[in-house]
């Protein structure tokens, strides 16, 4: 049973920075993708970044290229992602998303089997 638990999120303000965390349990998940979305009210789910295997390179969408990061440690089967300068309009709620295996579309929600609770960001301008 693959579960995802996310951590971190909270009140910051414009310019400010944050830590997300994401713990996954049930499988080892170094062939899968892993990623962030997030939700805005009223809006859909969007896909922030993703990371495949660990060590290799992240993608991100274009509104946070440059100001987000996402990292993972496989030991302690974590994810996390980096957030600085951040502004009003990343305010949403955080999930964590794993696909098993590949993905033809990284940025579809639909592609991805498991996903987190969510955590709340609120950057206040």
């Known amino acids: 049973q693959v579960q995802l638990v996310e951590s971190g999120g909270g009140l910051v303000q414009a310019g400010g920075s944050l830590r997300l965390s994401c713990a996954a349990s049930?499988?080892?998940?170094?062939?899968?993708?892993m990623a962030w979305f997030r939700q805005a009210p009223g809006k859909g789910r969007e896909f922030v970044g993703g990371?495949?295997?660990?060590?290799?390179?992240?993608k991100y969408a274009d509104s946070v290229k440059g100001r987000f990061a996402i990292s993972g440690d496989n030991a302690k089967n974590m994810l996390y992602l980096q957030m600085i300068s951040l502004r009003p309009e990343d305010t949403a709620v955080y999930y964590c998303?794993?696909?098993?295996?590949?993905?033809?579309?990284?940025?579809?929600?639909?592609?991805?089997?498991?996903w987190g609770q969510g955590t709340q960001v609120t950057v206040s301008s």
């Open positions: 998303a794993v696909k098993i295996g590949s993905a033809t579309s990284w940025y579809n929600p639909d592609q991805y089997d498991y």
């Open positions: 049930g499988r080892t998940f170094t062939n899968d993708v």
């Open positions: 990371i495949r295997n660990t060590s290799g390179n992240g």
